[in-house]
């Protein structure tokens, strides 16, 4: 890591981060509130010997990024909610390939055309595949600006590992705010030579880049190896932070920018001796089980989210009924504020 | 004796599953012809599109790739823009072409894309069972045109290579048939063609070729080539567009 | 002088090489193949030209021409 930090936004740390790691192909469509992604790309992608096109649609952009990765390139592409609708059918694609992309959704408003406001409504779309199949992403959560690039930078590295889509969750306040960001000095050394990608058949058999199998049983065999990958990256990549677990009374669950409010209103209550502790999921796929696996029937879970309630079911799948589950969330843009969370905290206590 | 008409190594030497009489063996196999003449089989990666021809990757002996429906223009930009050295083409249907893709299509030749594309239009679409296409004739009966394509509920007949040609990142078009022996190798020189585009970076190429699909079309294979001739040929005047 | 061999089991009876011989020289067979389809047939005393217009026509490469 250098000792230089610079000042920048969430957006362009995203698209700085992945300029970093070696992605040599952006395709986008603009969309509020992350056309900084797409405007850093246009700037700064083609000083890197990269490839930047601004496509047509959403749809456009993600089937570019999935004939950018065939052809063994590290891609990437970015919207915003309405836009990651768009882009499902070339998601499902992506993972039913086995190819690698980078996908970044800057959350707003929804459902339909929404708002611009920052949201987390996107949860269920995120984890649960999101488009037609039986398959997943991995799904990472920055909760600052400094995370944001560092797990852009890991998330090609997880796209290549595991051969698998994986999407940056953010949202519009963690895309417009400005914090300071040390970057890597660590000179990515990336291959885009891929032995299954498509580069021309010299010196080797053909290679073909699909998810088609119509031959009897194929296509169910092919699911069941996807399956077993995705056993390995549940057991390996999950990841989250935790504060105060071991005293704590009451566990906010909270990712992203909702986990920083969820702090700032953690700090208040433990200066005046409330005993209140903080689960930050930062995989969201795969999530974290481990921290959720307590014995003490006391203890008391709130999960606050800028939605109607998504996360909220992955904490009752991980609880397994153990301990009690309240819900704090505010929709449409709305952000539950600090003293929201300790006025339903105090109700809980 | 030697042999004098070879079978190209580009080309599987494998039964297809495509109808008696359908075009997509020939154009499978004139493509093939082409990417050996040319010697460009291992820099070749062919697009393949979802339609009849959704297997084509297993035909061809050379790197392919599959492509959602209607995406095979996006998925080639995509590989030419990473690959520029490589040759990149895409063989698409008249739904993937002209219905569901043609925003990928009318951008792909608007940034003028250096790629080759072989569009195969039968007027229906065939795998799905015969439905209307955007290039079915008036007065032709599909599935889904039941009593004849009218303009009133259906528009006209598509004109996609037309609207290309308009468009100044395009270099090359140009209609072909399969209805002859003649006319079969008038394609395979327009095909030709736009590959030689595409090594020397000259730009977009496409070449539509007017293809039989006896089953779709309620015809015997030789019936199907006669009403290209005598018919659709009309409404897709064949010869260089652009 | 020139042949044609024709494989017959690869042959699905589309029939385009009878019709484009310009000697008619190629004829549907009564017979049926292992698919179950009438293939064609090209007796070998016959003058064939090379001409190669069966196999330019021919969308499953069942056609060798010989010269």
Known sequence: MSNKKILISGNEAIAQGAIGAGCNFYAGYPITPQNEIIAYMAKHMVNSGGVFIQAESELAAINMVYGASAAGARSMTSSSSPGISLKQEGISYIAGSQLPAVIVNIMRGGPGLGNIAPAQSDYFQATRGGGHGDYYLIVLAPGSVQEAYDLTQTSFDLADKYRIPVMILGDGILGQMMEPVRLSTKINKVSHQKSWALSGCLGRKPNIVKSFFLREGALEEFNISLQKNYEIIRKKEARYEGLFLSDAKVILVAYGTMARIAKSAISQLRSIGKKIGLIRPISLWPFPQAPFNVKNKKLKYLVIEMSSGQMVEDVRLAVCGRQQIEFLGRSGGGVPSEEEIINKIKKIL | MEKIFIHPESLYDVPTHYCPGCGHGIVHRLIAEVVDELGIREKTIGVAPVGCAVVAYDYWKFDCSEAAHGRALAVATGIKRVRPKNIVFTYQGDGDLAAIGTAETIHAANRGENLTVIFINNAVYGMTGGQMAPTTLLGQKTSTSVEGREKEKHGYPLKISEMLASLPGVYYIERVSLQSPLEVLKAKRAIKQAFENQINNLGFSLVEVLSPCPTYWGQTPKEALDWIRLVMQKEFPLGKIK | ?67
Do not use: H, T
């Not at chain 3, 494989?7 to 698919?35: E, H, T, W, Y």
């Not at chain 3, 190669?52 to 026509?57: D, G, L, V």
């Open chain 3, 1 to 67: 002088m020139a042949k044609i061999i024709i494989n017959q089991d690869r042959c699905k009876g589309c029939l385009l090489c009878v019709s484009f011989c310009p000697k008619g020289l190629i004829k549907k067979s009564a017979k049926l193949n292992k698919k179950g389809l009438n293939f064609v047939e090209f007796d070998l005393k016959q003058e064939c030209i090379g001409c190669m217009q069966c196999a330019i026509m021919c969308p499953d490469c069942c056609i060798e021409v010989y010269k």
